[in-house]
Structure formats: C-alpha cells, structure tokens
C-alpha cells in the first residue's frame, strides 16, 4: 500500500495492508484481538475490513 495519502484510491481504504505491520497491529488493537490472530484471519479471508471485521465478531461470539 503507498505511504503517499494524495495517490490512495477509496479502494485501499477497504483493504487491511499485511505487509504493514502498523496497520494490522492498529487493526488488531481496534478490536480486541492479537496481531497474530488478524494474520491469521486475513490468511483465511483475505484482507476486505468488512470482512474481517466480521469475522472478529465471530471469532467473539465462539469465545
């Protein structure tokens, strides 16, 4: 994802970097899980926020 906020499209905003540590560890932070635990999930369902956000709440609700 680049760095320069001018060239960002609204298409990476939907996106979760995975090469950006900072940004899956914000990710992770915001909803109260471990980074490890976003890798993963991103492994599994690919790097949509919805997604993932999603996912969090189910991975909440199996706790």
Do not use: C, W
């Not at 060239?7 to 980074?35: I, K, M």
């Not at 790097?47 to 993932?52: A, C, G, I, S």
Request: glycine share 4%; net charge positive; aromatic share 4%.
């Amino acid at each position: 994802m680049d760095d320069n906020n001018k060239d960002r499209s609204l298409l990476d905003r939907d996106r979760l970097s995975v090469d950006q540590y900072y940004e899956v560890e914000h990710f992770a932070r915001e909803n109260g899980v471990s980074p490890s635990q976003v890798s993963r999930l991103i492994k599994k369902n690919g790097n949509d926020r919805m997604t993932l956000t999603q996912a969090v709440r189910a991975l909440r609700d199996r706790k």
